[in-house]
Nanobody, 116 residues
Framework: QVQLVESGGGLVQPGGSLRLSCAAS????????MSWYRQAPGKEREFVARISRLRYTNYADSVKGRFAISRDNAKNTVYLQMNSLKPGDTAVYYC??????????WGQGTQVTVSS
């Protein structure tokens, strides 16, 4: 069955960096668009970044220029490199698979906390 497992979250100071990973299994990873979303306490889940199967990328305005999404099809893994982190980036980050325009599978999430 489809599984998405995120890792790499943690506590980081403002201005710091983290790299999140999402290991995928149970489907043909190279054929799927993948995205990262996040949900902060008391807020709705929001889009962060997307990478198509052809590696086209797009980002939320709030992270553009600071975050970078990438994929390694040989490892069935999608990454989110997060630089210049701000307290407002604190959230649970989720990896999701897109199929026919719908995010149909989600990982369990990984906590990112940006605080001094």
């Amino acid at each position: 069955q489809v599984q998405l497992v995120e890792s790499g979250g943690g506590l980081v100071q403002p201005g710091g960096s983290l790299r999140l990973s999402c290991a995928a299994s149970g489907f043909t990873f190279s054929s799927a668009a993948m995205s990262w979303y996040r949900q902060a306490p008391g807020k709705e889940r929001e889009f962060v970044a997307r990478i198509s199967r052809l590696r086209y990328t797009n980002y939320a305005d709030s992270v553009k220029g600071r975050f970078a999404i990438s994929r390694d099809n040989a490892k069935n893994t999608v990454y989110l490199q997060m630089n210049s982190l701000k307290p407002g980036d604190t959230a649970v980050y989720y990896c999701t698979r897109e199929q026919s325009g719908t995010n149909d599978y989600w990982g369990q999430g990984t906590q990112v906390t940006v605080s001094s």
